[in-house]
């Protein structure tokens, strides 16, 4: 077997996992069992148990299969600038409110409104894991590569559609008000005028450590990695 064909897998086994979970029957069925503490617990080692094996395989036949593409100067530029705007996005992610996220689950707390982030986009640490995977595409010329890194924008796009519907069939009025005045694309409701910008609810202190910890990534990649790719 193949470093593609067993990355491909792997893909499958965690994406199928995590959308198989979190189906609504699925998950009702497993919480209404178990409840929610040890349905949250069993799903996260799973999730990890499959990303682990997923990792393990790439960075243990890097740059597998056929070469797609010359890198180039300008695209590691690039590269550096979606890879800064991805950490933003997964900074600020933590800590924002959403009526759809784990934190909303656990404690009741479900905004109607969106504030800070998600007045940019609904889903922060989906855009930021995609924005992720686009980065290093652009730099990662093998079809092993692309297969990895690529996984990562397709599996957020559909785990993002998959709990926008999990959460619309739930009939949850506060997630009906919150998606109707947000987006998934980034700036796609400010600018469709179904949201307004509110620069001052940034979480400032969110930016920061976003840029420290870049900076920190951008320090040591070369010497783990060998190069910021």
Not at 84 to 90: A, D, E, G, P, T
Not at 123 to 146: C, E, I, K, Q
């Amino acid at each position: 077997m193949t470093t593609e064909t067993e990355l491909l897998l792997w893909w499958l086994l965690f994406g199928g996992f995590h959308l198989l979970l979190s189906s609504g029957p699925v998950r009702g069925r497993l919480i209404e069992g178990v409840g929610l503490k040890t349905f949250k617990g069993v799903y996260t080692l799973i999730a990890l148990a499959t990303f682990f094996g997923l990792f393990w395989t790439y960075f243990h036949g890097k740059h597998a299969g056929p070469l797609l593409f010359d890198r180039s100067l300008p695209a590691r530029h690039i590269t550096e600038l979606v890879m800064l705007l991805s950490v933003l996005f997964l900074s600020l992610a933590h800590g924002s409110k959403s009526p759809a996220t784990t934190a909303a689950d656990m404690t009741g707390d479900r905004p109607s409104s969106p504030t800070g982030i998600h007045r940019i986009t609904r889903h922060p640490l989906n855009t930021g894991f995609a924005l992720f995977g686009l980065a290093h595409m652009l730099v990662n010329p093998t079809v092993g590569d692309w297969i990895f890194w690529g996984g990562f924008p397709v599996f957020a796009v559909l785990s993002a559609i998959h709990q926008d519907r999990r959460m619309l069939a739930s009939e949850s009025p506060e997630f009906r008000s919150f998606y109707e005045q947000t987006s998934f694309v980034p700036f796609a409701a400010i600018l469709s005028g179904r949201q307004r910008m509110a620069w001052s609810e940034l979480r400032w202190r969110g930016v920061a450590i976003g840029v420290v910890i870049y900076v920190g990534l951008r320090l040591i990649h070369p010497h783990a990695m060998g190069g910021f790719n």
